[in-house]
């Protein structure tokens, strides 16, 4: 469960303060799929950002399995991150230096993996269906493969949730209908809780629950 | 089936990326490290030959004729041939004075090329084996016996071997040792008789050798004085030199000082070009680092994403640079004994002074020191980078680099 309670978050630019979350308060349950729907600028990544840990609210918390993670030194909230989340961005976030498997195992090198993380990584690159592609660096991947590679980094850590950003934002109705069905498949099989943020009405549809987002007040949509 | 990634590994892979930036960077520690570590070993290499060379000598005051000193300075410690001669008489005046513990004479011949096989220049000396102080304790500790007859010890750097026979000025000699390395020409260089086989010698090459050697039983080169406790070298010296007519008392202490200020001179201007060169260093390796973790934010704050902790990626960048200066540092280490390696005998030659390597254990700790030295140089440079990177909050930084 995720509770997010009154959380705000407000950036100055140029001398004009501005609220781009405004006391958000929603939960999620265990295994549900919330998709955020709203316009670009209306906050969605980063409340995302915020429930993730990877942004310190002005106020508010987000409490995630009975523990407020604002409350966490940077060794819980990172060890956190690397445990119980995964992100999925809207853009290319591969290591351009490592190969794709490397990539996906690279959330092991910030934590107490056992060695056998390097067959499940193998599993998931099938499951993605980028097997044959576990030597290939990004550069000789398509932007489609690169998403794909994230997707499986994402699910390496056994997460209890999964906050995605925009995650088929550039990529063809076949391919986001092929990841759409991969995370009702992760969500199906292990329960994982998503998040998704997106532009697009036709993957929030697809959600357990949609959630608008304006100006930095969040409501049901 | 691939491996699981290490922080290490990341850090390898990174600097691949770059890879002319990463060998500039490294190449600027290599010259520096080289620089360093050459000039050490180099000076080092003087002191150990003084220090071994002094202990070798024995003596703490040098009586030579007074218009041969500078002869004798250079005999001594560039192992300059020379010969020159004074009477007896100085030997006994000088046992006289007050503060001389003990006084021995010895005889310096002028160089004389091996008349048949060899032909190396070697500096012949003679001492007595009644009052030596200085060979003598060396060959009763190692050949545990008495040079006698035409029997010769020789001095490393002469090709000949125990058992060999040798002929100067027409007398044949018989090798019975060879003297461990000292780095001082004056000895390694040098074939050491006993005083009465020398005047032999030198009485029979009138008839025996091609170039005869005139050297009177009456005359000698140098008096080789130790003080007594309580008084100093050059307290005698002075003492010698006001109470003997015609002579220069040299302390011995005295040569090496002059040699270790000039060290030290030569020493300054090393270090100060040093550091200046390693701050530039420093400066290059500081502000590479900056913009490194400049251009890499967004993947810095995603592997922060991931889980890694500020330590994490403070590490990373801290590996990144400590990779690149000890690397460099090992260039160097192998860059700069090369040069010396190379350029030893334009050096020796330049300096005109005493050259050995210092012993493994203190080669050890130059070596060591010249890895500390880089792998410091490396964790300095990158503090300040390393400390912005890890401070970076995740979200910032993915969207910096965007």
Redesign the interface.
């Known amino acids: 469960m995720i509770e997010i309670k009154d959380l705000t978050k407000t950036y100055t630019v140029g001398g004009q303060v501005s609220k781009v979350v405004d006391h958000v308060s929603f939960k999620l349950a265990k295994g549900e799929i919330v998709s955020i729907i709203g316009h670009s600028g209306s906050g969605k990544t980063t409340l995302l950002s915020l429930i993730g840990g990877l942004t310190k609210p002005d106020s508010g918390s987000v409490i995630i399995g009975g523990k407020d993670i604002w409350a966490m030194d940077d060794a819980g909230l990172s060890g956190f991150r690397n445990r119980m989340l995964s992100f999925i961005f809207q853009f290319s976030s591969l290591i351009p230096t490592l190969t794709a498997f490397e990539n996906v195992v690279l959330p092991a090198a910030f934590g107490d993996y056992k060695e056998e993380i390097t067959g499940y990584a193998k599993e998931l690159l099938d499951t993605v269906g980028l097997g044959d592609k576990m030597n290939s660096f990004p550069s000789q991947l398509s932007g489609g493969q690169q998403r794909r590679i994230a997707i499986a980094r994402a699910f390496i850590n056994r997460p209890e949730i999964i906050l995605a950003d925009e995650p088929t934002g550039d990529l063809d109705e076949e391919t986001e209908a092929e990841i759409m069905a991969l995370f009702k498949n992760m969500n199906r099989e292990r329960e994982v809780t998503f998040l998704l943020v997106t532009h697009s009405s036709e993957l929030a549809g697809q959600a357990g629950r949609q959630l608008r987002m304006s100006s930095g007040l969040v409501s049901a949509a | 089936?691939?491996?699981?990634?290490?922080?290490f590994?990341?850090a390898v892979?990174?600097l691949?990326?770059k890879i002319i930036r990463t060998v500039l960077l490294l190449l600027a520690v290599t010259v520096v490290t080289a620089a360093l570590f050459s000039a050490t070993l180099f000076i080092s290499s003087m002191q150990n030959a003084l220090k071994i060379g002094t202990y070798r000598l024995g003596a703490d005051v040098l009586v030579v004729p007074e218009k041969y000193a500078t002869e004798a300075r250079a005999a001594l410690l560039a192992g300059e041939p020379t010969s020159f001669y004074m009477d007896r008489a100085v030997l006994e005046k000088a046992k006289r004075v007050e503060g001389v513990k003990a006084a021995t004479p010895q005889l310096f011949i002028k160089p004389a090329s091996f008349t048949c096989c060899y032909n190396v220049d070697v500096f012949l000396i003679a001492f007595e084996p009644e009052t030596d102080f200085t060979i003598t304790p060396w060959l009763e500790k190692n050949l545990k016996k008495k040079l006698t007859g035409n029997e010769i010890i020789a001095g490393r750097t002469v090709p000949v071997l125990v058992g060999d026979s040798i002929p100067f000025y027409g007398t044949l000699f018989n090798v019975v040792g060879t003297m461990e390395p000292t780095g001082m020409k004056f000895f390694d260089q040098s074939v050491f008789m006993t005083m009465d086989a020398a005047y032999a010698m030198a009485a029979s090459s009138k008839e025996n050798a091609m170039q005869p050697i005139t050297i009177e039983r009456n005359k000698i080169s140098a008096v080789l004085i130790k003080v007594q406790d309580g008084f100093t070298p050059e307290r005698v010296a002075i003492r010698l030199e006001h109470d003997i007519d015609g002579i220069k008392a040299i302390a011995s202490e005295e040569v090496i000082n002059t040699v270790r200020r000039q060290l030290g001179g030569l020493m300054k201007g090393i270090l100060a070009i040093s550091v200046v060169l390693w701050v530039l260093a420093l400066l290059m390796l500081g502000f590479a680092f900056y913009m490194i973790v400049n251009e890499r934010q967004r993947?810095l704050?995603?592997?922060?994403?991931?889980?890694?902790?500020?330590g994490?990626i403070f590490r990373l960048i801290v590996l990144e640079a400590i990779l690149i200066s000890v690397s460099g540092g090992i260039a160097g280490l192998i860059g700069g004994s090369a040069l010396l390696l190379g350029f030893k005998g334009l050096i020796i030659s330049s300096f005109k002074l005493p050259y050995l390597l210092p012993p493994v254990p203190v080669l050890m700790e130059l070596v060591a020191g010249a890895v500390l030295f880089s792998l410091m140089t490396g964790l300095i440079a990158s503090l300040i980078p390393a400390t912005l990177a890890s401070s970076l909050?995740?979200?910032?930084a993915?969207r910096k680099g965007?």
Not at chain 2, 393 to 396: L, T
């Open positions: 089936m691939g491996k699981r990634i290490r922080i590994s990341i892979k990174n691949r990326r993947e704050g995603l592997l922060r994403a991931m889980g890694a902790r500020k994490h909050e995740p979200y910032e993915i965007e």
